[in-house]
């Protein structure tokens, strides 16, 4: 059975314990026009795939080993607040029409809050405006640059963005409807959405694990989040919209290195953390899964897992 994240509430205690094996591409940093803001410049993105190539793709990027890493490293990932096409109920996509409202402001400052105690090193943004503004409220007064990355951006969703949910049904039909029940294998311009984002976010974990912090925040979308959480702990696509992020919803990875090298452990710590459960009122989305959480057995003094 698969289970639970469709609602949003928190998971202090379960773990799930995955671990992998290889290094990753380059990338290159360069200091953005704006000052203040540094952007990190994929050196490869993949061409729009066949519906072959995209299966074999979805595959590779979900089982690819992760890089290996010198010490523990903590990655916190925080959607960013409500935007005003969130509370218009547009599709929004990786367009960059929509700022935060003043809820997604107050949840931004509520995140920030909740984070207080953890001491950061670096914070990597999606360069949309409604997560940078996010990120620079959570980030505060902190000295050290937010790196954009535009591999952090949300899913490309190409000619629906912009539109209503009504909007989007009279005006393509079957393929809005395939959109909604078959997300991983729907395709849109040329383009299969779900399965390029996969990409992406196995991307941009060798970037956040190759960096030489140990603390990192990550402030991004709903869709890439799903997705890094998803390729982190070794989920393919047919788990879209399984690991629903709410707005400012953090969830948290662990990575611990491996004493032969290789593919660090990847703990799940927490999954879409919320200050308040939608689960006391009745709320929260209804799933077709569910994703059991189960707590990790004892750890040896020596830093090993007894499952």
Known sequence: MLSLAAASFPIHHNRLILYRTTPS???????????????????FTPPPSTPQDGEISSELFVSAPFPPIKGAKRVVLVR????????????????????????GESQAETSRQMLLDDSFDICFSSPLTRSKRTAEIIWGDREEEILTDSDLREIDLYSFQGLLKHEGKEKFG????????????????????????????????????????????????????????????????????????????VSVLDFTPRAEGGSPYICLNRLNQTPSSPLASGGGRKASKRIVLVCHGTITSAGSYLC
């Open 80 to 103: 960013h607040g409500q935007s005003t096409w969130n509370a218009e109920g547009r599709i929004q996509g990786s367009s960059n029409f929509s700022v935060l409202t003043k809820k």
């Open 25 to 43: 591409p380059p990338f290159t940093v360069r200091s953005s026009a704006s000052g203040g803001v540094q952007e990190i410049q994929e050196s």
């Open 174 to 249: 079957d393929s809005f409807r395939q959109w909604q029940l078959d997300a991983p294998n729907f395709s849109i311009d040329g383009h299969y959405p779900v399965r390029e984002l996969w990409a992406r976010a196995r991307n941009c974990w060798d970037r956040i694990l190759e960096h030489e912090s140990r603390s990192v925040l990550v402030v991004a979308h709903n869709a890439v989040n799903q997705a890094l959480v998803a390729t982190a702990i070794g989920l393919g696509t047919e788990y879209f919209r399984i690991l629903l992020q709410s707005n400012c919803g």
